[in-house]
């Protein structure tokens, strides 16, 4: 468990198990309390990104973008939850006894007890994190952005045995996208507009 | 004896155009010259106006319900060509290109990546040597004249002759033929994805030397070289069990897959097979399975002209990207089969 007192060499570690999804979910919640305590937290994880990134031949997303969503989910935590609420932990995880004291049909936002929205807010922050930093670089970044990039991918009717729609976004999909466009170039549209084309419109895995 | 007007299609044309020549008409008489002309000596002309125009200008991309756009500069010096694309929305980055050296800098992260798109030299050889695929998998079809980014361009439809590929409309400048709007059509004609300039300028004074020195400035950057090692099918032990009419093989590479989330954190290699007929490319990536990370086999759709498809293969998995229906990636994932 990550605590205040931990060097900054085990908050690394754990910094890094966290990227590669290899943290245990009860630490998590204990990481980021240690990390909100260290003013060079954002900087550590943009640098363990863009390593990570540049390293296996990806090109990092802004790196202000990073920084960006962090502010803005702490300004998303403040609107979300009383302020004095939000620094209190997300520790009760591991309580789930919140909910068993509501009645079934209480409108599901009375039911949303302190517990459950740091729940909610622990599983936010570590599915942002893995989540390609692009994504929240373009969210939070560009003002002229006309890109959803958080626009889910529909897998195919018929793809999925039920023969329902899922909604998932998939970064190694993105990767090989991007993948392909940049060896894209056998095709007669690359030189009139198909390079161009690719240049502007850009793919998460990019 | 037969009067010229009696004769070919072409001979008619010809003499139309001999005419309005002789009576000094403007250029914008109606001469459909793209009428006779075959898809492939019609995209050679689209191919060389690409090279020889310089111009500035506002990019748009559509596809599905998302929106890029970017500012253009290009500039042909000689037989080098100069370009830069500032991306105006999404990651700011700014992609310069000169001939097939591509370099794309990242000014938040300072991380530039340098490419080299090999494929820029393959045309118009390429072009040339699948022309006969072209035309006959391809049919062309003039729609007309119609004003894009206050430019009067020629409009065209190509109708694929199966099942198996996308069709186009493309709007080319009038006089050199250069592309100013291109749209992907589905089956059904309707519009899958759109690249468009919303404001050109042709002719615009843009100095080689200034974007040369642009490029240049990566004083600041930690400037990483993005490689794809070329191979062949055949020595990574994959093989077609069958030809998806109108493809061809168009190069095999091996290459890095980026970490991805829940990933182990290594590197791992993945053949890219790239076929093209021309006009549409399809790349058959292969990775070894890996459970946590491969979760979803089938096709997918991510908004636009491009479109995967997922297939596990004993213990590979398969994914199949390109600018084709679903079903001809279900071929091509299908066909490609095990060797050793």
Known sequence: MANMTETPSALHAQLSALADGELPAHEIGALLDALEAQPQAHQWWTAHHATSAVVCGEVVASASGEVAFWERLQGRLALEAPASTVSAPVVPVEAPVAMSATAANDPWWKSMRLASVAAMVSVGVVAALVWPSSQEAQLSVAPVSVVPVTAPVLVAAGADSTGASVMLRDPALDALMAAHQQMGGHSAWQAPSGFLRNATFETSGR | ?340
């Open chain 2, 1 to 340: 004896m037969k009067f010229w007007w009696q004769g070919s299609k072409w001979q008619l044309l010809a003499g139309v155009c001999v005419l309005l020549v002789g009576m000094q008409l403007p250029a914008q008489a109606q001469v459909p010259v793209q009428e006779v002309a075959p898809v492939s000596a019609w995209l050679l002309r689209l191919h060389e106006a690409s090279r020889h125009r310089t111009y500035t200008g506002t990019f748009v991309v559509t596809a599905g319900t998302q929106m890029a756009s970017a500012k253009i500069w290009h500039v042909c010096e000689g037989e080098q060509q100069l370009e830069r694309i500032e991306s105006l929305s999404g990651t700011p980055r700014s992609t310069f290109r000169r001939n097939d050296e591509v370099l794309t800098l990242y000014p938040t992260a300072r991380v530039g990546i340098a490419e080299t798109r090999e494929t820029f030299g393959v045309f118009p050889a390429l072009l040339k040597s699948q022309s006969g695929a072209l035309d006959e998998f391809y049919a062309l079809k003039p729609m007309g004249v119609e004003r894009v980014a206050g430019i009067e361009a020629d409009v065209v439809q190509i109708t694929p002759k199966d099942g198996l590929r996308y069709g186009y409309r493309v709007w080319s400048e009038k006089k050199s033929g250069l592309v100013v709007q291109l749209q992907t059509l589905d089956v059904d004609a309707k519009v899958l994805e759109q690249s468009a300039f919303s404001e050109l300028q042709l002719d615009a004074a843009v100095s080689p030397a200034k974007l040369s020195q642009l490029m240049a400035q990566t004083e600041g950057y930690r400037i990483e070289r993005r490689k794809a090692e070329k191979t062949t099918a055949a020595a990574q032990g994959w093989a077609m069990a069958s030809a998806v009419p109108g493809f061809k093989p168009a190069g095999c590479y091996t290459r890095p897959i980026a970490l991805l989330a829940g990933a182990s954190g290594k590197t791992e290699q993945s053949m890219q097979w790239m076929f093209s007929d021309g006009l549409a490319t399809v790349s058959l990536f292969v990775e070894a399975f890996d459970a946590k990370r491969h979760l979803h086999e089938g096709a997918a759709d991510l908004g636009g002209a491009t479109r995967t498809l997922t297939r596990k293969a004993g213990a590979w998995w398969i994914t199949a990207v390109g600018e084709v229906p679903p079903s001809t990636l279900a071929q091509f994932a299908q066909a490609l089969e095990r060797k050793k």
